[in-house]
């Protein structure tokens, strides 16, 4: 989708001048964000602070080990909570904590690789978006990637953060072999064969049993994918979702608050020569600039805006060609906050209609479009997907803007749904309901107890994940 020009909106945008003059009898915005996030003061200790901009804390100390031995002497010795932190690119609290940051950047790159089982071991901190090319300088490639690449393997892992296609896991689920660093300084190796359990844990765990500081991955041979975004239709777009589901290697929808239209990503395997090497983006900012000038009028600002945008926006059939990893990811450019909950496959067309119904019923006022992808279900004990094949649909809201009041409304949708958060992502749900959603949440707990017995790997939020109490630590309230 061709970004619409600030000089093609204004244009339409003048042309609803008079209109736009009965703007403000209905709110626009939700507001100014909520966080107050500890500032640089000299003297203090240094923040840290997530790429979103809604987390952060003022840790005492950092450290980023240069291999595998100093971070297991590190935790060896250390007494006080430790959190690892990886790019920083989760909306939830899973990484504050005012002890210790571990961070893995200096462990990172491929540390061995088979040629004949397309397998590769990767240190945990390496960015997902220099693991494509080194992976295919060994003649392998991840058979998928989320649609961002600026996170750390680890990080990934330890969320289950996935990308999209009906027969693609998460990430977590290619995972065939990892080493633990457990708070103890202990490292265990762990596969199928070999501790399984604590593996079974490890493959998700919101850094809680320790540090994954490598894992190894079942991988492919290099590939292309060419991409063909196209519009449609709410209606028509959601009516023939699952057969593009089944038609596609992946498939992933983007429907608009307040827009009689949806976005339509599929990706397949090959190249197509002709198309371009570059993406189309559009321009989100632009899409509130015209609502916020012309929403609120009274009676007829939805449509003004979805006749306003539809109008300015090109939405012809857009196609793109690549390497697998300069396809799969996308730059995102614009900061947000983001909430996402997998439910049951089947459920995602009928969830996602209830939340535009409750967006438009209850004229709350944003833009940003609904990201709606499918993922395989997997046997990884924290994964969203344990299980169940699922639908993961995401809400967004600008960074600069408050989300709470929406992203509650939202939730509640999810809910009824048997939805499961993702775990780099806001919500609220703490140890009671999460119990309830997750058959092998028992298990997960006896592992994390008896590799974390006093709860050095818990900061507040998962602590209340969990259903833990703060304990002492050789004289140290946590």
């Not at 971070?71 to 790019?87: F, I, N, S």
């Not at 596969?191 to 490598?214: K, T």
């Not at 919500?427 to 006093?454: G, N």
Request: proline fraction near 5%; glycine fraction near 8%; aromatic fraction near 8%.
């Amino acid at each position: 989708m061709r970004s619409a020009t600030r000089r093609e909106l204004l244009i339409a945008i003048l042309g609803s001048a008079t209109a736009s003059l009965f703007a403000g009898c209905r709110r626009t915005e939700l507001g100014p964000p909520p966080e107050v996030l500890p500032a640089f003061s000299p003297g203090q200790d240094l923040p840290w602070r997530n790429w979103a901009g809604n987390q952060g804390c003022r840790p005492s100390r950092r450290d980023a080990p240069i291999d595998e031995q100093a971070l297991a002497d590190l935790l060896g010795r250390e007494t006080g909570k430790v959190r690892p932190v990886g790019a920083g690119h989760s909306f939830s609290a899973l990484v504050p904590s005012d002890d210790t940051l571990v961070a893995c950047d200096l462990m990172n790159g491929v540390s061995s690789f088979d040629s004949e089982r397309l397998e590769a071991e990767v240190w945990a901190g390496t960015r997902l978006h220099a693991l494509g090319p080194a992976l295919e300088a060994r003649g392998q490639a991840m058979p998928n990637l989320p649609d961002i690449d600026y996170q750390t393997l680890g990080g990934a892992i330890a969320t289950s953060t996935h990308g999209t296609g009906r027969d693609f896991g998460s990430l977590s689920s290619y995972v065939t072999a990892l080493a633990l660093v457990t708070p103890s300084g202990e490292i265990i190796e762990c596969s199928r064969a070999q501790n399984s359990e604590i593996f079974d844990a490890a493959r998700c765990s919101l850094g809680s049993l320790g540090v994954v500081s490598r894992m190894t991955l079942r991988n492919r041979t290099p590939f292309d994918l060419t991409e063909s975004v196209s519009f449609q239709g709410l209606e028509e777009a959601l009516g023939d979702v699952e057969d593009r589901r089944e038609r596609h290697r992946h498939f992933e929808l983007y429907v608009f608050p307040h827009l009689d239209a949806a976005m339509n990503i599929a990706i397949d395997e090959g190249r197509d020569d002709g198309a371009s090497t570059g993406g189309a983006e559009f321009s989100i900012q632009e899409m509130r600039d015209v609502y916020r000038m012309v929403g609120g009028v009274p009676w007829i600002g939805g449509r003004l805006y979805e006749e306003l945008i539809l109008s300015a926006a090109d939405l012809s059939t857009q196609v793109r060609s690549g390497r697998s990893y300069q396809i799969l990811a996308n730059p995102r450019i614009e900061r947000f906050r983001e909430m996402e909950y997998t439910i049951p496959a089947d459920a995602g067309p009928s969830c996602v209609r209830e939340i535009l119904d409750t967006i438009r019923s209850q004229a709350i006022p944003v833009v940003y479009p609904i990201e709606y992808r499918y993922v395989r279900g997997d046997d990884v004990w924290l994964s969203m997907f344990n299980q169940r094949d699922g639908c993961s649909i995401s809400i967004h809201q600008f960074a600069d803007e408050d989300h709470r009041a929406y992203f509650d409304v939202i939730e509640k949708i999810f809910w009824k749904y048997e939805g499961r958060p993702h775990w780099g992502k806001l919500h609220s749900l703490s140890a009671l309901e999460l119990e309830a959603l997750y058959p092998r949440w028992k298990e997960f707990a006896e592992v994390r107890e008896s590799l974390d017995p006093t709860g050095r790997f818990l900061n507040e939020h998962l602590q209340a994940i969990f259903g833990t109490n703060p304990r002492t630590v050789q004289g140290t309230s946590l």
